[in-house]
């Protein structure tokens, strides 16, 4: 049974930072592309940002792009996700995802593209 598992939502005020982390015990994340989804109430969930295996190549989504910068972290398997300059708008559950068989990234992520996810962790940014 693969299971991600995503921390480091919490309540940030507006300009704030926060990081969250992305991991999946038994799974080698570094082997596959890995992205980050994010859904706000009474919203479809949106692509934020996806990494290539080995991290050879990031794509972002137009409403993050040069605020949000994801990141791997090898030795500790584990997919990050910095978030910077955060808007009342960047309020979301944050959910990163996986497709076993997918390897590379050609744009921001697509979630019919992704066939494992975790349960999400809350970003709440307040103005």
């Known amino acids: 049974q693969v299971q991600f598992v995503e921390s480091g939502g919490t309540l940030v005020s507006a300009g704030g930072s926060l990081r969250l982390s992305c991991s999946a015990p038994g799974v080698i994340l570094d082997d596959y592309a890995v992205g980050w989804f994010r859904q706000a109430p009474g919203k479809e969930r949106e692509g934020v940002s996806c990494s290539s295996a080995s991290d050879s190549s990031t794509y972002y989504g137009d409403s993050v792009k040069g605020r949000f910068t994801i990141s791997r972290n090898n030795a500790k398997n584990t997919v990050y996700l910095q978030m910077s300059n955060l808007k009342p708008d960047d309020t979301a559950v944050y959910y990163c995802?996986?497709?076993?068989?997918?390897?590379?990234?050609?744009?921001?992520?697509?979630?019919?593209?992704?066939?494992?996810w975790g349960q999400g962790t809350q970003v709440t940014v307040s103005s």
């Open positions: 995802a996986a497709d076993l068989k997918r390897r590379h990234c050609v744009g921001p992520p697509l979630r019919h593209e992704y066939a494992y």
